[in-house]
C-alpha cells in the first residue's frame, strides 16, 4: 500500500508494472475503491505501467468534509500523477470516474493520450436525484439506498447472498464514509461536461453494460455521439460495473483499443 498526502488529503495508490511503458490509471466509481479494477488490471499489467487510486472519500483515502467538486477529484489525480512520475496516461474511467476522466481531458489535454469511458455520460441524473441521495445518506446512513444501487449495479441472478463476491462490493459500497458518498455525489450534481465534451479530441473508447441500470447503453451512445470519431461497444450480459461481472471482456475490449492508440 502507498499513501500520498495531495491537496491537504491522504490518498491511497498503488502503481505497477514496468516504468519504460505506456501509463494507464484506473478512475473508479462512486462508492467503490480501486479493487474494482483487479482483474481487468492484471490482463494489462504485462504492456503498461498501471496508476490505481481510491479517490478522495473512498476507500483508503482521506474523507474530507462534504461537499465535493469535480475539480477536487481532477486537482487530486494531476497531483497524483505528478506524485508517481507519469507526464502523459490514458485514463479509465468508470461512472464517476469516466466523468473524472473527461474532465482531466478537458482542463489538460497534453496530459492525456486516450480515454476509455465506461458506464458513465457527459451529465449523470439531476438535482432531484443528487439532492434525495444526499439527503438520505447525510440522515439515513448508505444503508438506506443499498438495495436500490446494487440493483442498478448488477443483475439479478448476481444479487444473491450465496454469491460471496456479491457480498463482499456490497460491504465494499456500505464502508463507504458518509463525506465520502455524499460529497462525491454532489460533485456528480454540479457537473454538467455536456458543451465540453464535444470539443475532446482525444482517441476515446466508450463502453458500458447492456443491462447498467444507471447510465444505460442509450446514455453512452448519446456520450459516445459528442466525441469526434469515438468508438462505442456493449459489455453483454454485464451491469454497471463490467469490470466486475465480465472483466475478461472488458479487459480485452480495452486491451484491443489501447493496443491501437497508444
Known sequence: MAFARLNGVVIHHEVRGDPSKPAVVFSNSLGCDFRIWNKVAAELADDYRLV????????LSEAPPQPYSMDDHI???VALLDHVGVDRAAVIGLSVGGMI???????????VTALVLCDTAHKIGDDALWNMRIET???????????????RWFMPEYRTPDNPDFVGYTAML????????????????????????RKLKVPTLCLGGDHDGSTPPSLMRELA?????????????????PCIDQPA??????????????
Open 101 to 111: 476522466a473527461q474532465g482531466l481531458a478537458i482542463r489538460y489535454p497534453e496530459r
Open 75 to 77: 486537482d487530486d489525480l
Open 52 to 59: 490505481l487510486y481510491d479517490k478522495r472519500g473512498h476507500g
Open 174 to 197: 456500505t464502508r463507504t464514509t458518509t463525506d465520502g458518498y455524499a460529497g462525491t455525489s454532489a460533485a456528480l450534481r454540479d457537473t454538467d461536461y455536456t458543451e465540453l465534451t
Open 137 to 151: 445518506v447525510n440522515t439515513k446512513g448508505i444503508s438506506a439506498l443499498t438495495d436500490s444501487i446494487m440493483q
Open 225 to 241: 455521439s459528442l466525441i469526434e470519431g469515438s468508438e462505442y461497444t456493449v459489455i453483454e450480459n454485464a451491469g454497471h460495473l
Open 249 to 262: 471482456r472488458t479487459a480485452s475490449v480495452i486491451s484491443d483499443f489501447l493496443g491501437r492508440t497508444l
